[in-house]
């Protein structure tokens, strides 16, 4: 049996020592008729077997590293340093537990606390927790800070549409209990200043995303005044990636900044695991869910690394705790504060000028394009829209067969109003070779 | 001696990763969008494989050492899970490429919700909740969405044992519903009568933990739960300890109508430090509609030349999704590779091992210990770390001693019902030479704490740091440091 | 574990010192030594407002505890002490003097009779420590 080391004679003393003649004695409190149930499962197979299964299964996908790549949509193909791999693969990271024991857990405690500082320092926020399960539930747990933050007095949340239609429908299911009136991103057309027309005093939050899911950029300094009039509070869910060249958002006066952190340092992965990142102003540091690290002395006057401020958290709180989230992504922490390390002040600002470039390249040369037109007015970072002379769906397959490319998103699954409308992503993994391939591909199924 | 901070090893014009040059004309930068200054270090590679390198070099972890935390099942965790989650073809798919170009990732996803089914006694399954307290909320939440589609609006109670974790009540503040506990009885199980008197029609239902967080299986389970369904309500299982249950019982035989496991402890994925984990939900039939999702479910039935067709589905009643995509998958690799490698007969000899090693722990220990439910236990007992004699010693001491000797101490002060509790779960992982170790330095500390207390106090001795001062790090908050070229002291709170 | 004589106290675990019409609110000696080193105080209540008896007006963290203070009886917030966010060590030290939290104007005078006397309550910690 894999991972047992027990032998045959271990057993019978442990049984002997525990006073029970065989294992099945150990189950007499479990009722008999629904005891030692026959599971369908398949046999064990071994290592070597088992590797085969899963090659097979891998080498059924296509992925990005064998297929060019221009989707995006919230889950990006980047560039990881091979040595972010190489720290989380040793075994004192990732076969460690939360560090609530910190005299043997300094290394882990110490990594989130830096975690904590790269992205502060990204978003130009005050605090950051240890991070969120993803960008969505992040998202949730902000709106639930906002809720609370007014006491429950306040109902009324103002959703951009241009945030990612996971995250808008993620804070809805969290947020199905507690009766809110979730506003704002049923009309595509709403830009900042129709979401600043939704803000009244009943509204606890305004939330936009920047880039948003169309890639646009924009300045939400006005949205940010006009939600703090009234009392709301702004969030703005960010690509961090993108933050290597773009103005932090706590430029806008944010006062939480969530997002995503799959670009920095994490593989795609179908999806997850990913990182949820959060950060506050200070004064909303009670307020916020997740673990937190703090830096502190030992007896000797050295200096460590806690978790700190538990009593927010489910464990000591328990129904007055503002979230039950007990588990970050500290493995996934971890890969970005080491991804941040390795690329630095000027890594990170080269690949994200690599990215904006060559997608504005792609955007120039694919909006000249018979039957194409961009659908994004204004700035823009690493994503855009067009409009295609036939459905999405059919472009795809044309692209991945005929040219072996993955194409862009279909909007018009989330969009009704964009039907034909694919977004493109282009990252510093696409050569411009790849991309006048996508080019020449695009032009190729206009006229077939 | 402690490792500098990542800011502290930088130094300006350090050259970091290099990157290819840009191949295609630059566009005009953003006006009035592109900031000023990147408050990032500056490191060569060599700096950064060291600092992180050393600061592993400061974890206890499972690879280390025995890891008896209660609870949290820290069993090994398998190499070659860490090589499955990585093959190309599941680290570079996009979750939303074309279903078809992912048949891969949808096959295995479709077999560990039929394994993960098979196994707790469910209906169906989502795979998309990345926690257990993710898979919580997403379960209470199935529960409120069943009784309002029923019409029920009255029913806005969840009843919780009072030895839940944390986690319980919690998540049924967030779900907009109101918590009613439950006392325990002497025997360390939900009070019947107390059950009795709380049952009625304003009741969804109730969360229980079994075998609970005393590592005993609640010995009337099958009243317990004729009682809620007998009102109306339905019953939540918090399958954390999972372990214990493994080819022994199915939560889903014993009436549990919904369920969450965490991959991160049954099903050997790591903890990572604090996560990834993952939180699939299992339901009965009457809440399979009502699960997030997206969900895998076979479009086109296959044959013996042509595998199925894998889709994602939205279950008719979704209560929604509960995150982007579709879960961490990356954990459901290492889950369907381990439940490849232990197979039908391995799930039995998983809780087998994992009864005996704690029995046997616990049979060492008596006597020295007060283990206040002395039966039986499951994966995991609770012992006290106080004795009569030594009234100065408490269980913080035991546990910060249990580091000198190389092992991690049990986990601490839960449940909250035991005084001074150390909760012991060593898992199947562990060999009985471990366990002999770590009793007689449990024996060894009993003695001390009556013979030389101060060497209690005093500990850990040999650890990177000694006991940290926790108020000062909730006063004095210091939560991130800021480089000093911000004009800014190195730290700020 | 000290119990002023000439104070009132609730089964919350609050004080009470009535002078006239006013009446002084804290948190007893037994509370701060349950909560032990207290690392934050927050007084939500602001002066002006009134607040019902048995509602909370204030929150306190320790290390590993978290409570709210409710208000022992219905009253208008006159005062709030200042000082204590800055100094919460204060509530463990002088529980009864300087760590003062919120003065009320009492709206009803009947709900002094409910509260207990030195001696009562301090029987009713003894009852708890148990």
């Known amino acids: 049996m894999a991972y047992i080391p027990h032998t045959e004679d271990e057993r019978q003393a442990m049984l002997a020592a525990v006073g029970v003649r065989s294992l099945d004695d150990l189950y007499q409190a479990v009722p008999a008729a629904v005891r030692f149930p026959d599971l369908e499962l398949p046999e064990a197979v071994s290592e070597l077997e088992v590797m085969e299964e899963l090659q097979a299964l891998s080498e059924a996908n296509l992925d990005a590293r064998h297929t060019v790549c221009f989707l995006g949509a919230g889950a990006y193909n980047h560039f990881v340093p091979s040595v972010v791999d190489h720290i989380l693969r040793r075994g004192e990271f990732y076969t460690a537990y939360t560090p609530y024991q910190p005299e043997v857990s300094q290394g882990t405690l110490q990594a989130i606390f830096e975690y904590q500082s790269l992205i502060c320092n990204l978003t130009g926020m005050d605090v950051s927790n240890a991070s969120h399960y993803d960008g969505a539930t992040a998202l949730a747990e902000a709106a639930i800070l906002a809720y609370n933050h007014h006491r429950g007095k306040r109902s009324k949340i103002v959703l951009s549409p241009g945030i990612h239609p996971h995250y808008r429908q993620t804070v809805r299911t969290y947020m199905q209990g507690m009766g809110l009136n979730l506003v704002g991103d049923a009309a595509l057309g709403n830009d900042s200043a129709a979401l600043a027309g939704l803000l009244d005093s009943d509204t606890l939050m305004v939330a936009v995303q920047y880039p948003d899911f169309f890639g646009r950029i924009e300045d939400f300094t006005a949205l940010g005044k006009a939600a703090h009039a009234v009392g709301a509070l702004l969030c703005v869910c960010v690509n961090p990636l993108a933050l290597g060249l773009l103005k932090p958002p706590a430029e806008f006066d944010a006062d939480i900044v969530v997002g995503d952190g799959q670009p920095l340092g994490i593989p795609m992965s179908f999806g997850g695991p990913s990182l949820g990142h959060f950060t506050v102003k200070k004064e909303f540091v009670r307020k916020m869910a997740g673990r937190l690290v703090g830096e502190t002395v030992d007896g000797r006057g050295q200096r460590g690394f806690v978790l700190t401020l538990s009593t927010r958290e489910q464990h000591i709180k328990r129904e007055k705790a503002t979230s039950n989230i007990c588990t970050n992504v500290a493995l996934m922490a971890l890969a970005s504060a080491v991804y941040l390390s390795a690329m630095g002040k000027r890594g990170l600002r080269q690949v994200a000028e690599l990215c904006y470039h060559k997608a504005h390249y792609a955007a120039e040369q694919i909006g000249g394009l018979k039957g194409y037109t961009l659908w994004n007015r204004g700035e823009f970072f690493h994503e855009f829209a067009v409009r295609c002379p036939r459905p999405v769906a059919d472009v795809n397959r044309f692209l991945l067969d005929e040219c072996g490319i993955l194409g862009g998103y279909d909007l018009g699954q989330d969009y009704p109003e964009l039907r034909d409308h694919m977004l493109i992503a282009v990252t510093e993994m696409n050569s411009k070779e790849q991309i006048d391939d996508l080019v020449a591909g695009l032009k190729e199924v206009a006229h077939v | 001696?402690?490792?500098?901070?990542?800011?502290?090893?930088?130094?300006?014009?350090?050259?970091?990763?290099?990157?290819?040059?840009?191949?295609?004309?630059?566009?005009?930068?953003?006006?009035?969008?592109?900031?000023?200054?990147?408050?990032?270090?500056?490191?060569?590679?060599?700096?950064?494989?060291?600092?992180?390198?050393?600061?592993?070099?400061?974890?206890?972890?499972?690879?280390?050492?025995?890891?008896?935390?209660?609870?949290?099942?820290?069993?090994?965790?398998?190499?070659?899970?860490?090589?499955?989650?990585?093959?190309?073809?599941?680290?570079?798919?996009?979750?939303?490429?074309?279903?078809?170009?992912?048949?891969?990732?949808?096959?295995?996803?479709?077999?560990?919700?039929?394994?993960?089914?098979?196994?707790?006694?469910?209906?169906?399954?989502?795979?998309?909740?990345?926690?257990?307290?993710?898979?919580?909320?997403?379960?209470?939440?199935?529960?409120?969405?069943?009784?309002?589609?029923?019409?029920?609006?009255?029913?806005?109670?969840?009843?919780?044992?009072?030895?839940?974790?944390?986690?319980?009540?919690?998540?049924?503040?967030?779900?907009?519903?109101?918590?009613?506990?439950?006392?325990?009885?002497?025997?360390?199980?939900?009070?019947?009568?107390?059950?009795?008197?709380?049952?009625?029609?304003?009741?969804?239902?109730?969360?229980?933990?079994?075998?609970?967080?005393?590592?005993?299986?609640?010995?009337?389970?099958?009243?317990?739960?004729?009682?809620?369904?007998?009102?109306?309500?339905?019953?939540?299982?918090?399958?954390?300890?999972?372990?214990?249950?493994?080819?022994?019982?199915?939560?889903?035989?014993?009436?549990?109508?919904?369920?969450?496991?965490?991959?991160?402890?049954?099903?050997?994925?790591?903890?990572?430090?604090?996560?990834?984990?993952?939180?699939?939900?299992?339901?009965?039939?009457?809440?399979?509609?009502?699960?997030?999702?997206?969900?895998?479910?076979?479009?086109?039935?296959?044959?013996?030349?042509?595998?199925?067709?894998?889709?994602?589905?939205?279950?008719?009643?979704?209560?929604?999704?509960?995150?982007?995509?579709?879960?961490?998958?990356?954990?459901?690799?290492?889950?369907?590779?381990?439940?490849?490698?232990?197979?039908?007969?391995?799930?039995?000899?998983?809780?087998?091992?994992?009864?005996?090693?704690?029995?046997?722990?616990?049979?060492?220990?008596?006597?020295?210990?007060h283990v206040p439910y002395d039966r039986i236990c499951m994966h995991e007992f609770v012992a006290e770390g106080r004795w009569a004699e030594a009234p100065d010693i408490r269980a913080l001491d035991v546990a910060k001693r249990l580091m000198d000797f190389g092992f991690h101490p049990p986990t601490n002060y839960f449940p909250l019902i035991v005084h001074e509790a150390l909760m012991i779960e060593p898992t199947e992982s562990e060999s009985k030479q471990v366990l002999d170790a770590f009793a007689e330095v449990m024996l060894r500390i009993a003695e001390e704490a009556r013979t030389n207390p101060d060497i209690l106090h005093s500990a850990p001795h040999v650890t990177p740091v000694g006991r940290l001062d926790e108020v000062k790090a909730a006063k004095d908050l210091v939560l991130c440091c800021r480089p000093a070229e911000l004009g800014e002291p190195a730290k700020r709170g | 574990m000290e119990f002023p004589k000439d104070l009132k106290y609730a089964t919350s675990d609050e004080w009470v010192r009535v002078e006239g019409k006013t009446a002084t609110v804290g948190i007893s000696d037994y509370a701060q030594s349950q909560l032990s080193d207290i690392v934050f105080v927050e007084v939500t209540a602001a002066v002006g407002e009134t607040i019902e008896q048995g509602k909370a007006f204030a929150s306190v963290e320790s290390v590993k505890a978290a409570s709210e203070i409710y208000l022992p009886l219905k009253g208008k917030v006159v005062a709030v002490n200042d000082e204590l966010p800055g100094t919460p060590e204060l509530m463990n030290s002088d529980p009864y003097g300087k760590a003062w939290m919120i003065r009320v104007e009492i709206a009803d005078t009947a709900q002094v009779a409910g509260l207990m006397d030195a001696a009562a309550y301090a029987k009713h910690c003894d009852e708890r420590s148990h």
């Open chain 2, 1 to 369: 001696m402690s490792e500098p901070l990542i800011y502290d090893l930088s130094a300006p014009g350090r050259p970091g990763v290099p990157l290819p040059a840009p191949d295609v004309p630059a566009a005009g930068l953003p006006k009035g969008l592109v900031r000023k200054d990147l408050p990032l270090p500056e490191l060569s590679e060599i700096d950064v494989v060291r600092h992180f390198v050393r600061l592993s070099q400061l974890n206890h972890s499972i690879d280390t050492g025995f890891y008896p935390l209660g609870s949290c099942t820290m069993k090994y965790n398998p190499k070659v899970n860490e090589d499955a989650a990585r093959l190309p073809g599941f680290a570079f798919s996009h979750p939303l490429q074309d279903p078809e170009t992912a048949q891969g990732n949808l096959a295995l996803m479709y077999s560990l919700q039929e394994w993960l089914c098979e196994i707790g006694g469910f209906a169906g399954i989502s795979l998309q909740p990345a926690a257990g307290a993710h898979g919580e909320l997403t379960g209470i939440l199935i529960i409120r969405a069943y009784h309002q589609a029923r019409g029920d609006a009255r029913r806005t109670k969840i009843l919780i044992p009072n030895s839940a974790h944390g986690t319980n009540p919690a998540t049924t503040a967030m779900s907009g519903m109101q918590v009613v506990e439950l006392p325990s009885d002497a025997r360390g199980n939900v009070d019947l009568a107390a059950l009795r008197a709380a049952c009625d029609d304003t009741v969804a239902g109730l969360m229980l933990t079994n075998p609970n967080t005393l590592g005993l299986f609640e010995e009337h389970v099958q009243e317990v739960v004729e009682q809620i369904h007998a009102c109306g309500g339905l019953v939540y299982g918090d399958g954390a300890n999972m372990n214990a249950l493994l080819g022994v019982v199915r939560p889903g035989d014993l009436g549990i109508d919904v369920m969450h496991y965490n991959l991160h402890k049954t099903f050997s994925t790591p903890h990572g430090g604090g996560g990834p984990g993952s939180g699939p939900v299992g339901v009965c039939e009457k809440l399979v509609d009502f699960l997030p999702g997206p969900i895998v479910e076979v479009i086109e039935a296959g044959d013996e030349d042509e595998a199925p067709l894998f889709g994602l589905v939205m279950p008719a009643q979704s209560i929604g999704r509960v995150k982007a995509f579709h879960g961490h998958f990356g954990m459901l690799v290492r889950a369907y590779t381990y439940i490849r490698m232990q197979g039908k007969a391995g799930m039995r000899a998983i809780a087998d091992h994992a009864v005996l090693n704690a029995n046997y722990v616990r049979a060492r220990l008596r006597g020295t210990y």
